[in-house]
């Protein structure tokens, strides 16, 4: 029988037990996983970059992302202009650097944000329970029983578009969510023995709750705002290009991606909306590689 | 060696490595020992000795980061002998072994059992696949072998959910679906540790009659000296991957010789000794298993540590049935004469 | 002559069962049905039983981390003050949080894994006064000292330890506060053999150096019979015999203590008995048999036990307090 190759790295390991040369380096096994996993490090490596670009987006481009210069409207990708110009002869990788800088804003910041709201409520109604937890219980319910997008875009319309209306419509749609993970992991933690113990102190819920059993909730939350960061980002991106996110002189990768609205543009011009979607895909696609990475080194019931 | 058409089951030295986080983990590290039929073998030791481990490699049911390295296990079928550690893992002659011929029940009888489907559906599993009974035949089974574990009702019970089953029941229906196929030999892994005393009694009580009435062989896993004492008429007591003593109850329990079933045995209140026994905990605890002791596993832990002790120690034969994997054995063994 | 540090009264702790879609109650669960109890200072008292008889929930129920339905729980202080427990208010708790402390059975989800042992240990420290970092670490460490661990092993994280030293490090926590009474709620059960005893030696050697009482809560009699000065059997939430230890074993009144004895397994094949098996299992605590709760499963159980609840009567053996509820016990009830 020819061996597999899982018995040859067995044989690997098993010699280099028997040699003693195994690596005694002490790295945390979640790390370890992580490092191990291709596709979450390409992710990471992806991210950071286009996060790095967009913040240092004014050392990167000699141009102002906001000018217009009608003298080089619509040109094609050259070596002045890496990704082309616009309809106004904006420079598009200077839009998509300074645009990057708005929507990961937006989408990082709403799902921290909605994270931090989420476990707010969330732990102290999974540790207290009672009539708290069945209010924002209720009240979660009733957000998620609205197809989001349609929420959003209701209340676009009533409080008018801005940057901080949008990142508080997506925190007011965004906290359901978190708030039933952070809660489901306080109901299984309230059990275990140690908070049990701090409760025959007579410690205060808040101290016992907030500072002894959320550390021990973390990691699926950390997983799950990663991917929401995802989310947001192509919620407004979808928006900004429906003409309902952010307002449009403000750019964002959604708002660059606005003018491929017009037909002539789809046909004729792809460099103002070819790059700047696949850098969304990318990212996004980037943090879900993350996402997943995380989520597969903190579960302690898969191997590596 | 007695009659040699007695043993139902040998095993000779099983190694069992498990490969986690890229380092090798000696779980079962050369294990010998026969089961005969009709008996019941008590494998003792502490949690991480290994005794699963060996459970679990009598039936392939390894996990996928593990192997058997060396070693033999051989099963007595009809006539033939079997050597299962060259059968492939999830092939069809393990597949038919397992269930009919060797069957396993385990410690936790809330979770072993599908909370989907009822009891009589899980039992008649395995006699589907391993019989040729008739649907009616194997509803009569069914109802036959639940009534044989003593559980009331067998007619109304074998279409009940496992939810509606007390813990001692569900593990007496677990039983039932382990002895389903009539197999030569039933692996216990801890099957009361989980169950109250007046529950383990009962079960003990019918692990006996299947002993008695099927001649099953049995290889029961347990950490309770107690248990031992009451069931075993064989026993091996491993300690980090080894069997350090074996024999009869008798030779083990009367005649300790290896210093840690000494040191255990001593180490647990006896019922009935009242508060002035003297109870001697063994000093210190288990090694990691990835950081072993040179030579003898048990000597950090040891009295009667030496210099020898830096190399382990090989297998002595006492007498006709008792073995022991100890240096100075002999001093020990002195005093019993 | 004894005193006594916790008066139980018929205390009570009932569960409400919801069904429906209206969490409608539609039963209680009895865990703990009427206790009457007295714990002695400076006595190790054992609490036996199967799995839920309601051992562990009148533990937690003296120390209020369930909240008794019914009945009173007293302390009194050296000083003869009495304080009845159940009726306090949360804050009004605190001073007697201290006295009264726990000791959990599974030393894997006793302590905080994202904490050091100092980490999580400090909390109660701080909030009962010592505000200085250093006494807390002074005092933390020569506990840890105490428990035979090293000075050095506050700064560690909880997966670094084993079992047996996870146990040690959940006594030192219920003993940071110098308590008087500690309730070890299956305190040695998940621990290995070898280890168990080195816990157990750890225990009594405490007991004598702090002046401590324990309530000792476990399944095991034969680790009862070993530490414990008296024992009391519980049975469907009930007490059904409470006696000192040597009595529990030689001269056994309940039928039910009887059958529990001889169904442990005893490591000694001098020693072997006939065991009593019991039919059945332990009735549902939601809907506990009329009469005697045991008589469903009682080799002995005559008609007067199917109808009538038997009391806890008082019973002398050897010249000791011995108390028992069954209707067929023959001695001479003291009254």
């Not at chain 1, 003693?20 to 992580?34: A, L």
């Not at chain 1, 009539?131 to 029983?145: G, K, P, T, Y």
């Not at chain 2, 298993?289 to 090989?314: H, K, L």
């Not at chain 3, 809907?287 to 002398?316: M, Q, W």
């Amino acid at each position: 029988m020819a061996k597999s190759s899982l018995d040859k790295k067995f044989d690997q390991i098993r010699k280099r037990e028997e040699e003693k040369t195994f690596s005694t380096k002490k790295r945390s096994r979640i790390v370890n996983k992580f490092l191990n996993n291709r596709l979450a490090v390409l992710g990471l490596i992806i991210f950071t970059i286009i996060i790095l670009a967009s913040i240092f987006a004014p050392l990167l481009s000699p141009y102002d992302p906001m000018r217009v210069d009608l003298r080089s409207m619509r040109q094609p990708p050259s070596f002045d202009h890496w990704f082309g110009t616009d309809s106004t002869g904006r420079d598009v990788f200077t839009r998509v650097l300074f645009g990057g800088r708005v929507s990961i804003f937006i989408g990082l910041g709403s799902a921290i944000l909605s994270a931090v709201v989420g476990i707010a409520v969330g732990c102290y109604a999974g540790y207290k329970g009672g009539w708290i937890d069945v209010i924002a219980l209720r009240i979660s319910e009733i957000f998620m029983s609205f197809p989001q997008i349609i929420l959003v875009l209701l209340l676009v319309s009533i409080t008018g578009q801005s940057l901080f209306n949008l990142m508080a419509i997506f925190i007011l749609t965004g906290w359901g969510g978190m708030y039933r993970l952070a809660r489901a992991r306080m109901l299984s933690l309230r059990e275990e023995e140690y908070v049990q113990a701090l409760r025959s102190f007579g410690l205060s819920t808040f101290t016992i709750c907030y500072k002894h059993m959320l550390p021990n909730a973390l990691s699926p939350i950390m997983v799950n705002i990663t991917l929401s960061t995802a989310m947001f980002i192509l919620t407004e991106a979808g928006l900004s290009f429906l003409g309902l996110g952010v307002p449009l002189n403000i750019p964002t990768w959604g708002n660059i991606l606005n003018v491929a609205q017009d037909i002539l543009i789809l046909q004729n011009y792809w460099w103002m909306w070819g790059p700047v979607g696949i850098v969304i895909s990318v990212f996004v696609l980037c943090v879900n590689f993350i996402g997943d990475g995380l989520r597969d080194s903190t579960d302690p019931s898969q191997q590596g | 060696m007695e009659n040699k058409n007695n043993i139902a089951l040998s095993v000779r030295d099983l190694k069992t490595f498990f490969y986690t986080n890229n380092r090798c983990n000696k779980a079962v590290n050369g294990v010998s020992f026969d089961v005969e039929k009709g008996k019941t073998l008590c494998i003792v030791g502490e949690s991480g000795c290994g005794k699963s481990v060996t459970a679990a490699t009598i039936m392939q049911l390894l996990p996928t980061l593990s192997r058997i390295e060396e070693g033999e296990i051989k099963f007595q079928k009809d006539d033939k002998i079997i050597n299962i550690e060259k059968l492939e893992k999830n092939g069809k002659e393990m597949r038919e072994i397992r269930g009919s011929d060797i069957a396993m029940i385990f410690q936790d009888p809330m979770t072993a059992l599908n909370p989907v489907y009822t009891v009589g559906f899980q039992i008649s599993e395995n006699l589907k696949y391993h019989t040729n009974l008739n649907k009616k035949e194997i509803r009569e089974k069914c109802i036959s072998l639940l009534n044989d574990m003593g559980i009331p009702l067998p007619e109304k019970r074998v279409d009940e959910y496992p939810h509606s089953y007390s813990g001692g029941m569900r593990q007496r229906a677990m039983i039932a679906m382990a002895m389903a196929c009539n197999p030569k030999i039933l692996i216990a892994d801890e099957p009361t540790t989980a169950l109250d005393v007046t529950i383990q009694a009962q079960i003990f009580e019918l692990m006996d009659k299947l002993k008695k009435e099927n001649d099953t062989a049995i290889i029961l896993i347990t950490h309770d000296m107690g248990v031992v004492a009451e069931l075993a008429d064989n026993v091996a007591v491993m300690y980090m991957g080894n069997i350090v003593e074996a024999g009869t109850a008798d030779d083990v329990l009367r005649r300790p010789t290896h210093p840690y079933t000494k040191a255990l045995l001593e180490s647990v209140p006896v019922l009935g000794r009242g508060k002035n026994q003297d109870i001697n905990p063994i000093k210190g605890s288990t090694p990691d298993p990835y950081n072993r002791p040179i030579g003898c596993q048990f000597a950090p832990r040891c009295n009667w540590q030496t210099e020898s002790c830096d190399v382990m120690p090989e297998i002595t034969q006492i007498n006709e049935t008792h073995q022991v994997r100890c240096h100075k054995y002999e001093q020990f063994f002195e005093k019993y004469k | 002559m004894k005193k006594e540090i916790l008066k139980l009264r018929g205390v009570k702790v009932h569960f409400p069962v919801q069904a429906g879609v209206f969490n409608r109650v539609v039963g209680h669960v009895l865990a703990v049905d009427g206790v009457d109890l007295d714990i002695f200072r400076g006595e190790v008292l054992g609490l036996a039983g199967e799995s839920g008889c309601g051992k562990t929930t009148l533990g937690k129920a003296i120390l209020r981390l369930v909240e008794p339905t019914d009945g009173e729980v007293k302390y009194i202080s050296q000083d003869d003050d009495e304080t009845e427990l159940t009726s306090l208010e949360k804050k009004d708790m605190d001073p007697f949080r201290k006295k009264l402390q726990i000791v959990f059975q599974d030393p894997h989800s006793s302590l905080n894994p994202s904490f050091t042992i100092f980490g999580s240990l400090q909390d109660p420290l701080k909030k009962f006064g010592i505000k200085s970092k250093e006494e807390r670490r002074k005092i933390i460490g020569d506990l840890l000292e105490a428990v035979n661990m090293r000075r050095e092993y506050m700064d560690r994280y909880p997966h670094e330890f084993s079992g047996g030293q996870r146990q040690r490090i959940g006594i030192v926590r219920a003993l940071c506060l110098e308590p008087e009474l500690i309730v070890c709620d299956e305190a040695v059960s998940a621990l290995d053999v070898s280890i168990q005893a080195q816990v157990l030696k750890l225990l009594m050697q405490l007991k004598k150096e702090k002046n401590l009482t324990y309530l000792f809560i476990t399944h095991d009699l034969s680790v009862t019979e070993y530490l414990c000065d008296r024992i009391a059997v519980m049975y469907l939430g009930r007490i059904v015999e409470l006696c000192v230890s040597e009595d529990l074993y030689n001269n056994t009144l309940h039928p039910y203590s009887e059958a529990l004895i001889s169904a442990i397994p005893v490591a000694d094949l001098d020693k072997q008995t006939k065991r009593i098996v019991l039919e059945g299992d332990v009735p549902s605590p939601v809907n506990p048999p009329k009469g005697c709760p045991f008589h469903p499963r009682c080799p002995k159980a005559t008609d007067i036990c199917k109808t009538e609840v038997p009391t806890l009567k008082k019973y002398s053996t050897n010249g000791n307090e011995h108390y028992a509820s069954c209707h067929l016990i023959d001695l001479p009830e003291i009254t």
